[in-house]
């Protein structure tokens, strides 16, 4: 089930959902919390304008990862899927992750952006709203959830973009 705004205020309350750092209710939307762009000048050869300006520019089909300036951590009965802003979509950005954000993760969130606009490069900015994140009960906790010890989760507790671990 889809949590709307009140639920997930009431899951950030009582402290078994976190975002850090949130921006209160200005954050949160109707059915989701927005997130905000965070990236590392160190990877992916971002370029900056002066020291709090970092600008991030997808040229026509580039595909870049970066992150969410936020840190998520889910409970084990809780999972989370990023969806793009549809203003940025409208200008040809796709905004994705693999799969779902599994219950029980804890860090950033790596985000795979993808310039579709066949003609025009987007500029993105550090700290802009770039996605929502929504959120599904589970109808049971997970028996193992991320980060269990069987699992080999190697993204938990990721900070910064993350490239991925296969070879």
């Known amino acids: 089930m889809l949590l709307s705004d009140r639920s997930i205020a009431d899951h950030m309350a009582n402290g078994d959902l976190r975002i850090e750092p949130w921006k209160g209710e200005r954050q949160l939307q109707p059915a989701s919390i927005e997130v905000h762009l965070g990236f590392s000048i160190d990877n992916c050869g971002f370029g900056a304008i002066h020291p709090d300006d970092y600008l991030l520019t997808l040229h026509p089909n580039e ?21 793009g802003k549809s203003s940025l979509g409208r200008l040809g950005l796709l905004i994705h992750t693999a799969g779902f954000i599994d219950p029980g993760f804890s860090g950033q969130i790596t985000l795979e952006l993808k310039n579709l606009n066949h003609d025009q490069s987007l500029t993105l900015s550090y700290g802009q709203p770039v996605g929502q994140l929504a959120f599904f009960t589970m109808t049971t906790p997970a028996h193992r959830p991320y980060g269990h010890e069987e699992l080999g989760s190697h993204y938990q507790g990721q900070r910064g973009t993350t490239p991925s671990y296969m070879s």
């Open 63 to 83: 595909f870049r990862l970066a992150h969410t300036l936020e840190v998520v951590t889910l409970p084990a009965d809780i999972a989370a899927r990023v969806e």
